[in-house]
Every structure is written in structure tokens, then in C-alpha cells.
């Protein structure tokens, strides 16, 4: 009877655990996505000739980006050129660009560009490639514009203008080069004979700052190390240490590389790790919490020996 019992106890600890294990996994969910909130309109055409009408359809997505049922206020900035009704139909009036606009409450769609024309030749849509770009300060850029019919037709306006939002940001000329300023955000539209295209929105990011320095042998001592270095950001908000391929370095055990305040190890010097390898070009990625002009001197430093074989100085 006591064996018995002895073989229940040693069956029943691995059916409990497996139950257990069990019931920890059913409740484990991950937390359901949220978006921002948006409205969309669409249409067949982005042109009409006078006494023409166009169906708008706006779409409402919620929290969850599912598409909803909302109703809708049709807003046209200029009602003398295109009007709407309730339902979203717009009556085009005289020759004019306007902006559509859905709302609910207080939540509006990005605006839809209309142009009214009087004869099939005007011109009735402005387009801009590339229609996404992202600069640095200093960068340049050439953008396009070709003008069409509303019938697709290629036409060749009699004046085409280009205008940039923010000039501090961003400038313009009159053949479409384009100059970054400083970081931010700019739209740039051009205009064809008094008809603008849709604002293409040019991102300029932060300057990317950047710190080289060549390799030199301590003086102090017989080793070799020559080349060149360069401390970068990532473009992910991370610092990266790059060898290039003119790196080489001696032999010897157990060589780290560090970031350091001057050109030997102190107490504020900081290791990132074994030198991977003695030639070649190589990369390490800094720890987070270090500013990319922290440290003046990257070392090349024999461990055990507490020898520094060479460094580089870091300038701008």
C-alpha cells in the first residue's frame, strides 16, 4: 500500500506542471494596435470642365483602422468655382482650383485639390516627381513638374512657378532645384499657369554629425597601428565606430578597442570590446548614453600588459 501511494505522488508532480504551463500560455495576449484616427476622400478625376459634376467618396477609420460609418460635412474653400452637396456631389462652376474637405466633428481629411477648366487644351493637373524626398542640410535636389490636359494630354504652360512653405527650411529656383537650408519640414508646389499641383513634402533631417581621425603608433613603444577611423551616427539614433580599409595593427593579445579622453587608458576611458581584427575595415556599435563628441581619442590597447599600441584623434 505505502508503494502505491509512492507511484500516485511521482505520476501526479508532471500532470499538475503540464496543466499549469497550460493555463499561464492561455492568458497571455498581446495588446490590440491603435492608429491615429483618419478620414480619406477619393475620386475618379482631380479635373472638371465647367458644368461638370464628380462623386466624392470620404471614408472615416477609427482607432482601430477599420474603416466606420460616419456622416460626413463637405467644405469647398471657394463655393463660386465648385460647390458640393451633403452627399459629397460637386457642380463645377467657373474656371478655379478649390480644396475639399470632409469632416466629423473635429476631425478633417487632408485636403482633395480640384481644378475647374473651360476647354479641353487649359491645363488641369500639375504633377511632381519624385513625390517623396528626404535631405540633409546642404543637400540638393531637382524636382519635375509636367502639366497635363483633362484629357491627359501633355501641355506646355505658358509660365510655370515654383513656391517652397518655408525658405528656411528649404528653397526653391525657378527650374526646380531644390536646396536644403536646415532640419524640417517643407512643401514644395508648382504652379502652371495659375494652376498648383499637389505640395510635395520634402523631409530635411538633422545634419549628421560625424568625427574622423587616422592612426598612429604610441610613440612609447615598437608596435604598429596606422589607418583610419570615423565615428558616425547610424541613422537610427545610434553612434557607430568605423575602420577603414587602410586599418592595420601588430599582433598581440588580447587588444581591445576604446574611446577614451586622451591617448592612454583612464578611469573615464570606455571599452568596446576585443579589436575584431588586426587589418581591414570593422565596425562597433558605441553604448547608448554616449554623445558622439564625448571622447577625443580612440586607443588600441593590449589588456593583459596594460599597453596602448596606438590611437587616433577624433577631429569634426
Known amino acids: 500500500m505505502k508503494q502505491q501511494s509512492i507511484l500516485l505522488t511521482l505520476f501526479a508532480v508532471p500532470l499538475f506542471t503540464v496543466v499549469e504551463g497550460c493555463i499561464g500560455t492561455d492568458y497571455i495576449q498581446d495588446p490590440p494596435s491603435t492608429f491615429e484616427p483618419r478620414i480619406e476622400i477619393t475620386g475618379d478625376a482631380q479635373a472638371l470642365r465647367v458644368g461638370e459634376t464628380l462623386s466624392l467618396r ?8 477599420e ?23 460637386v457642380t463645377a462652376h467657373q474656371p478655379g482650383q478649390v480644396m475639399i474637405n470632409a469632416s466629423v466633428f473635429d476631425l478633417s481629411s487632408d485636403p482633395f485639390l480640384l481644378t475647374v477648366v473651360e476647354d479641353m487644351n487649359s491645363v488641369a493637373q500639375v504633377t511632381i516627381t519624385p513625390e517623396t524626398v528626404t535631405m540633409r542640410p546642404g543637400d ?6 509636367v502639366a497635363t490636359s483633362i484629357g491627359g494630354d501633355v501641355v506646355t504652360p505658358t509660365r510655370l512657378t515654383w513656391l517652397s ?26 504652379e502652371a499657369d495659375g494652376v498648383s499641383s499637389n505640395p510635395v513634402t520634402i523631409q530635411v533631417e538633422p545634419e549628421q554629425l560625424t568625427r574622423m581621425g587616422t592612426f598612429q603608433k604610441n610613440p612609447g613603444t615598437s608596435y604598429q597601428v596606422e589607418g583610419s577611423a570615423l565615428l558616425e551616427e547610424n541613422g537610427s539614433g ?14 598581440g593579445p588580447k587588444l581591445h578597442v576604446y574611446l577614451s579622453k586622451s591617448n592612454r587608458i583612464g578611469g573615464n576611458s570606455r571599452d568596446l570590446g576585443p579589436l575584431q581584427s588586426t587589418s581591414g575595415a570593422q565596425s562597433y556599435d558605441i553604448p547608448s548614453g554616449i554623445a558622439i563628441d564625448e571622447f577625443r581619442y580612440i586607443l588600441i590597447h593590449c589588456v593583459p600588459f596594460n599597453v596602448t599600441f596606438g590611437f587616433a584623434e577624433l577631429t569634426k
Open 58 to 65: 470620404a471614408s472615416y477609420y477609427d482607432e482601430s483602422g
Open 67 to 89: 474603416e466606420a460609418s460616419a456622416i460626413f460635412t463637405w467644405i469647398s474653400s471657394d463655393p463660386a468655382i465648385a460647390s458640393l452637396d451633403e452627399t459629397g456631389l
Open 140 to 145: 540638393s535636389v531637382v524636382l519635375s513638374a
Open 165 to 190: 512653405s518655408d525658405e528656411g527650411v528649404a528653397t526653391v529656383d525657378q527650374l526646380g532645384l531644390v536646396h536644403a537650408i536646415s532640419a524640417g519640414t517643407v512643401d514644395i508646389v508648382a
Open 238 to 251: 545610434g553612434i557607430r565606430l568605423r575602420f577603414g580599409d587602410d586599418f592595420s595593427c601588430s599582433r
